[in-house]
């Protein structure tokens, strides 16, 4: 199975209030970044067969839009297992319930997403070698023995960035003789 991490674009500044904050929407600078990496998977011809995401009103907001510029038709799963407390164990659990699928997109916060995606890395253990930004997105193959292996991981700057340039090619053009 295919699971691509999907960290919640900007969304401005974390509110005391955690009652408060988890209706913080996207600002302006997220949604653009949505918009970005959601063509950015579609010209990769991402398609996965679910996308779930956490019941915050920024994951969601992340999760519809990309949903938008993929085409994708189904109807968003909200699971708490992505809240930013949730632990590794919930995690684990929620994804025994996709096993049959080919992909699925898995929408969420830090600390936990980055926490879920290292251990899916390491076989569960401890380790800390990718964090991702806002509004980043990683691509892991993850096999039935629990192993993980990281084919990509972009942030919205790289996307941005690869999108420019696609936009004007910088190559000097040549005359064939």
Known sequence: MTIYFLRHANAGTPQVDSASDEKRPLDEQ?????????????ALKVEPDAIITSPLVRARQTAELVAEELGHKEKLILDDALRPEASYGTFQ???HQYTREKAIMVVGHNPSLTEFL?????AGSSFNAIELKKGAVAKVDFDSQNAGVLKWCMTPKVIRAIQSASAKSSRPKTVSK
């Not at 990496?37 to 579609?42: K, S, T």
């Not at 290292?118 to 390491?122: F, I, Q």
Request: charged share 25%; aromatic share 0%; proline share 0%.
């Open 118 to 122: 290292n251990r899916l890395l390491a």
């Open 93 to 95: 659990d929620m994804l």
């Open 30 to 42: 997220g949604v653009k970044q949505c918009h970005d990496v959601g063509r950015a998977l579609a």
